[in-house]
């Protein structure tokens, strides 16, 4: 048994907040911004229960399915609205899903983690998991620290994900931890995320390739095999480079980072739409989806996108 993963939503909110708005009240400009992360501008408000539910809801209607159809909801984020009720009871409530709802927090690798996990739990017999990633960073946020504010935005996307007879189309998958790295990127609570952004974006990179090389091996694939790379979205150069290393061209990467900067968990399933709509990712396409982030967590897997 396998699974099958399709309809992809998204939702982000209406407020844009571009780099000059950032450089207005902060020691910082557009061109180090831009040259520095490729980030242009992020959405930032709302809550992550709210992101989730629409974007959940987009998910759904592409899928032609009823709430009721559903019988487990996956929420993947980092900044859940409150400590309990888990922010995965809000969703099943806001929409209407039958069955469970879960969060799982694995940073900017938790959507990928969430599929792995999706998949785990239609082998044993969930018939349908919404999977949804959700972040409102801007919430943990020192809006007067510019080396942490000009990077975040809020958003979420969501997919459904269902058993199918045979291998199905998650094709390999590759998850890592090291917990021992906790320093370089956390959130205590009631604090402000702190990062050692130098240190994380060295190991990023040959994280990202090693995870991705490993699940791309599995898959009996390589790099050249790859229609569409979907990179967590943190910073361009960190996408360039390990694209750069593994051998897959930018125009087979999918980014979005310019528009929405760095989401978390949401960053993922954002790219996978915009690949969706662009043209990028077809019915069929193989795709090699990979996330890195606080933990430090990783994950890579290999995906038939059904479409
Ligand atoms: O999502 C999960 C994981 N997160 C990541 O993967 C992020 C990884 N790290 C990064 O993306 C980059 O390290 C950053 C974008 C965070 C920083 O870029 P950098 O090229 O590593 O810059 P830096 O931290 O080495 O700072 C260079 C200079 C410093 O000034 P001095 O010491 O050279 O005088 C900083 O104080 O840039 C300064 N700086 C800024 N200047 C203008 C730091 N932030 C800003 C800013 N505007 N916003």
């Not at 958003?155 to 790295?181: T, Y």
Request: aromatic content about 4%; proline content about 3%; overall charge negative.
């Amino acid at each position: 048994m396998g699974i099958r993963v399709h309809s992809c939503g998204i939702a982000v909110p209406d407020k844009v907040v571009t780099n000059d708005d950032l450089s207005a009240r902060l020691d910082t400009s557009d061109a180090w911004i831009s040259e520095r992360t490729g980030i242009r501008e992020r959405r930032v408000g709302g809550t992550t229960t709210g992101l989730a539910t629409e974007a959940g809801r987009a998910a759904l209607e592409r899928a032609g399915l009823q709430p009721a159809d559903i019988d487990l909801l996956l929420l993947a984020t980092t900044t859940p609205d409150a400590l309990v009720p888990a922010s995965s009871t809000t969703v099943q409530h806001a929409l209407g899903t039958g069955g469970g709802a879960i969060d799982l927090n694995a940073a900017c690798s938790g959507f990928v983690y969430g599929l792995v996990t999706a998949a785990g739990l239609a082998a044993v017999g969930a018939r349908r998991v919404l999977l949804i990633g959700a972040d409102t960073l801007s919430r943990i946020t020192d809006w007067d620290d510019r080396k942490m504010a000009v990077l975040v935005g809020d958003g979420a996307g969501a997919v459904v994900v269902e058993p199918v007879d045979g291998p199905g189309d998650l094709l390999s998958w590759n998850l890592g931890a090291d917990g021992g790295l906790r320093h370089l990127l956390y959130c205590d609570h009631g604090g402000y995320l702190f990062m050692d952004g130098k240190e994380i974006f060295r190991k990023a990179v040959r994280i990202v390739v090693e995870s991705a090389e490993k699940a791309l091996a599995d898959a009996g694939m390589t790099a050249g095999d790859v229609d569409v790379f979907v990179p967590h979205q943190a910073n361009l150069r960190i996408i360039q480079a390990a694209g750069q290393r593994l051998g897959i061209p930018a125009e087979r990467t999918a980014v979005v980072i310019d528009r929405y900067g760095n989401t978390s968990s949401a960053s993922i399933p954002l790219a996978l739409a915009d690949a969706i709509q662009n043209g990028q990712a077809k019915p069929g396409a193989r795709m090699l989806l990979c996330g890195f982030g606080g933990g430090m967590t990783w994950a890579s897997a290999v995906l038939r996108w059904g479409g």
